[in-house]
């Protein structure tokens, strides 16, 4: 069925419409201008409960608590709640519930911190004299709160949490028992550094908090915990250091958060999604890591992140395509080393583009391009193929796709010999059998070797598409036509946006002294991005090296030198 | 959900810039340098010195205008000065003025890419490709457009200069510029005066409102201005080296043609595929830009929120009126009558509003004087 409403807009101007308005502020604006807090009112991150179930308050009678319970978890249709009853021994003895789901909290910390303490047994607690001082008191350690509300009981069961029903009390102890299984904190896995910290984050949200934390030991750095999702309730935790980071960016990071309403949601890349702004462009507008020293980089560089229960990678917004060919690696070198792994990244992004596009162009469009010695040397080992340049390098590129997708699938014992097949097949046997040209083995290799030297793995996905469109652009118009499409392609990013943050910053709109793809002295990074217009402009003093007496000195010389008094 | 912060993004002085120089200098890599060439000799290069004088007299008018209605653009306030049925035919001569720039440069293009570049390939193929790639950045909007001119600028200027460097290296007649007023004073003055070479510098006047305010438009638009003046007295003075009058009248497009002969031993030649690379994008941007300036002349005479849907039909017209000039020839006889005529609207228009504006505001003060007398 033909949608004329999806048509229509293609005859009659829909005047009403208007872009994303979002913006962090005239790029030539004083910054103090930008970060006023002249924004929209402060937003909160989505409650866990909302709806009826935040109505209902908790009874003094434990039984009917209980059998509210037992309604609310489908008792016994569903299974998994557990309800112990106790008698605890005071004077007179008073009834107690224990009640947890089962696989959630650890039996034995139910065992041994709730139930022997309630019995007075194994002496590791003085029983409280009444039951008042019991809700309060019965706990000392650990996390462990009074809850009035009903939902607020359910939402601690959820998350682990034991909670101790008193009878004749309106109010019910909870406290954390998580017992579930937890992956150890390991090595990262797609952001690989030789230098500096190489540990990355774990499906635990608050593992990965405290691997931020231990990074950023002040008292601005905020987490703002919520949740996301109607069935999956997934925690979720906006961070940004108080005193650093726009206010307006905290908030457009607040509003789209909250803005997000779905039943289920449990991972990075699926948030990322709903809260880019450009959710069906091929490149991504969202920072997707897995390392917490890059987090707590940006975080006090004034970007705000997210971390998601369930996923063991942040976003990080905004984000640039500067940023996307930055690796964390670059700040643990001396800045030459830093600047040319970069530069070559950027070579590579390009190579990974455009080279089989741009060998095409040349070799039906342009051959005056090529020297006469290699042109006739292609000549001659394309005299045996039966295709066209265009199939050959379809065919070598579309091969390589198969091949890089089929070892990600496979177990990783297969992946080294499917590597070895694919190898073969595409070098040795596609040229022995006169189905390609040497040539475009070594242009296939190099594209290979490129598009895995950048360093976001959306990044990678996004030239590897583009790839396939330059091929279609050079085989349909040659060199002018890689060139148009070039054009449009830059054009596009020059007008996407990352959170009110331009896409192609700091190179345009330029910043003189940016972390761009020449990477800055450590001693000279004085200032902080000014796309994320963060409410202090500079993260060092301008004198970083004292001892030189000069203020942002410039490299050390080769020869080195005496410092200067 | 609340609404968001800010609804307004601002154009940048250097992006801007970046914008304003390709729209205006992507024409000498058409067949301007011929055509000064014809008109001055061996003193063409005079004649835009004479031209780039054009700039503070627009600039003069532009700015009366928007000083008349401050925050308003050239064309909502020469609407506002004319009123309605005056105000939007003057209006109408800019649309159309930037109309006959969007079609004449994408059939040059079109031709010029036929007869050089893509032998084999149907001219509306390539004027279509050409108007839909120019709508496609046109509909990124003027923010986008202009950071992509200030990303290519770098690229630009420096195949730009290292042709001109090459070229003069390659060969280059020591008299070319003797004798110094070519075929005579009066004659020069008088084409630099009528010669319409810079009045793409109008667009500034339509995207005012993008400016952060009347200071940074200024600087804009003399920093614009000077570097317009440096790129296109460079070229027509290198041309003029290069290709000795006559011969620079007889060569329809004389930078590729320089881009051809250079040959600086085995490692350097075949510098053509270079300018085939600057030209083809300064062209693409150049197009680009005179589509926003049309489409928001046109949505601002007509009083519509955003420009964008203007684009399609806009582009339908320029493909249908590009491809009625029957040869390469015509559609640079058009051209030259353009640029002949040009300056009617790019220079006089503003002005002449400017006048009627301060004139008009001079007779409602003495008639609120003499009301309150």
């Known amino acids: 069925m033909i949608n004329l409403t999806q048509i229509k807009r293609f005859f009659i101007a829909d005047l009403t419409t208007t872009r994303d308005p979002f913006s962090l502020g005239r790029w030539d604006e004083p910054i103090d201008d930008a970060v006023s807090p002249k924004a929209t009112p402060v937003q909160k991150l989505p409650p866990a409960f909302e709806g009826e179930l935040r109505d209902v308050p908790l009874s003094c009678s434990m039984d009917t608590n209980i059998t509210h319970f037992k309604q609310q978890f489908k008792l016994p249709t569903s299974q998994g709640l557990i309800i112990h009853r106790v008698q605890v021994p005071l004077d007179p003895p008073v009834e107690a519930a224990v009640i947890y789901i089962a696989g959630m909290a650890d039996t034995t910390h139910v065992s041994n911190y709730v139930l022997k303490p309630l019995l007075g047994e194994g002496g590791l607690t003085i029983l409280p004299s009444t039951p008042k001082e019991m809700l309060h008191g019965l706990f000392p350690e650990g996390q462990s709160y009074v809850r009035t509300e009903f939902y607020e009981v359910v939402l601690d069961l959820m998350e682990g949490g034991v909670a101790v029903l008193i009878d004749g009390e309106a109010g019910v102890t909870t406290m954390r028992a998580e017992g579930w299984r937890k992956r150890s904190i390991g090595p990262a896995k797609t952001e690989v550094t030789v230098r500096g910290p190489s540990e990355a984050f774990v499906e635990d949200i608050r593992t990965n908090l405290s691997q931020v934390r231990r990074r950023l030991r002040t008292e601005e750095f905020m987490i703002e915990l919520g949740h ?14 108080k005193n650093i980071t726009n206010d307006r960016l905290v908030n457009e990071a607040r509003r789209r958060l909250a803005g997000v309403d779905v039943d289920y ?23 997707v890591t897995e390392r917490p020293d890059r987090v707590a980089t940006h975080l006090a560089q004034g970007f705000v992140a997210v971390l998601i229960e369930n996923d063991a990678h942040a976003l990080i917004m905004p984000t640039t395509i500067t940023a996307l060919l930055h690796s964390a690696e670059d700040a643990y070198l001396h800045w030459p080393a830093g600047t040319f792994m970069r530069l070559t990244r950027v070579l590579s992004y390009y190579v990974a583009m455009l080279l089989p596009g741009a060998y095409l162009a040349l070799a039906n469009y342009r051959q005056e391009m090529i020297p006469t010695p290699l042109l006739l040397a292609i000549a001659q080992t394309r005299e045996t193929v039966p295709f066209s340049t265009v199939i050959e390098v379809l065919f070598m590129e579309c091969s390589f796709e198969l091949i890089h997708e089929a070892t990600l699938r496979v177990p990783t014992v297969v992946g080294p010999t499917i590597g070895i097949v694919g190898t073969l097949i595409l070098g040795q046997a596609a040229v022995q059998a006169g189905i390609i040209s040497p040539i475009l083995v070594i242009i296939t290799a190099a594209t290979a070797l490129a598009s895995f030297a950048i360093p976001t793995y959306e990044l990678q996905m996004s030239v590897r598409m583009w790839r396939f469109t330059y091929i279609a652009a050079a085989a349909v118009m040659g060199m002018a036509g890689v060139i148009m499409l070039h054009t ?78 | 959900m609340p609404e968001s912060t800010i609804t307004e993004h601002h154009l940048g002085v250097r992006e801007a810039v970046a914008m304003t120089v390709v729209l205006t200098t992507a024409k000498i890599f058409l067949g301007l340098p011929r055509s000064l060439a014809e008109l001055g000799g061996p003193a063409a290069w005079l004649i835009v010195v004479v031209c780039l004088l054009h700039g503070p007299v627009i600039w003069f008018g532009v700015r009366g205008v928007i000083m008349l209605h401050p925050g308003r653009s050239l064309i909502t306030a020469t609407e506002l000065i004319l009123g309605p049925v005056f105000g939007t035919m003057a209006n109408l001569g800019y649309f159309l003025y930037f109309a006959m720039l969007t079609t004449t440069v994408v059939r040059e293009y079109a031709e010029s890419m036929k007869s050089v570049f893509l032998r084999e390939t149907p001219l509306p193929v390539l004027v279509a490709v050409l108007m839909g790639s120019a709508l496609y950045l046109a509909y990124l909007g003027a923010e986008g457009l202009s ?21 003069y290296s390659t060969h280059a007649e020591p008299h070319a510029l003797f004798p110094l007023f070519g075929f005579g004073l009066g004659r020069i003055v008088a084409w630099g005066t009528i010669k319409d070479i810079i009045g793409d510098l109008l667009i500034l006047g339509i995207l005012a409102p993008s400016f952060k305010g009347p200071k940074t438009w200024t600087k804009t638009f003399f920093v614009s201005w000077a570097l317009i003046g440096l790129v296109m007295l460079s070229s027509m003075v290198v041309v003029e080296y290069v290709f000795p009058f006559p011969a620079s009248d007889r060569i329809t497009i004389p930078l590729m043609q320089m881009s051809r002969v250079i040959s600086l031993g085995p490692g350097i030649q075949r510098v053509e595929s270079v300018f085939f690379l600057i030209w083809l994008v300064a062209g693409m941007l150049k197009l680009g830009a005179a589509s926003i300036a049309c489409a928001t002349v046109l949505a601002q005479i007509l009083r519509l929120p955003s420009y964008r849907h203007l684009l399609l039909p806009l582009g339908i017209i320029f493909f249908s009126v590009a491809r009625i000039p029957g040869n390469f020839s015509q559609i640079f006889l058009w051209d030259e009558i353009f640029r002949n005529f040009g300056g009617i609207v790019s220079v006089l228009l503003p002005n002449m509003t400017w006048l009627v504006g301060l004139i008009r505001k001079v007779v409602k003060a003495r008639a609120a004087a003499t009301g309150q007398a």
């Open chain 1, 488 to 565: 449009m392609h830059v054009a596009n990013l020059a007008a996407m946006n990352s959170f009110g943050a331009p896409y192609l910053a700091p190179t345009t709109p330029f910043q003189r002294k940016g972390d761009n793809l020449v990477r800055a002295p450590a001693f000279q990074l004085d200032k902080r991005p000014e796309l994320v217009r963060a409410k202090h402009v500079s993260q060092q003093d301008e004198i970083t090296r004292p001892w030189t007496g000069e203020p942002a000195a410039p490299p050390p010389s080769p020869k080195g030198g005496k410092p200067k008094s």
């Open chain 1, 265 to 287: 949601i449990n991972d990075a890349g699926s948030l990322a999604q709903y809260i880019e702004d450009h959710p069906n462009a091929i490149y991504p507008t969202v920072l």
């Open chain 2, 147 to 167: 950071r992509t001119c200030w990303l290519g600028g770098p690229f630009m200027l420096l195949g730009f200069v290292t042709l001109l460097v090459m070229g």
């Open chain 1, 228 to 241: 996301l999702g109607r069935l999956s309730r997934t925690d979720i935790a906006l961070l940004y250091i």
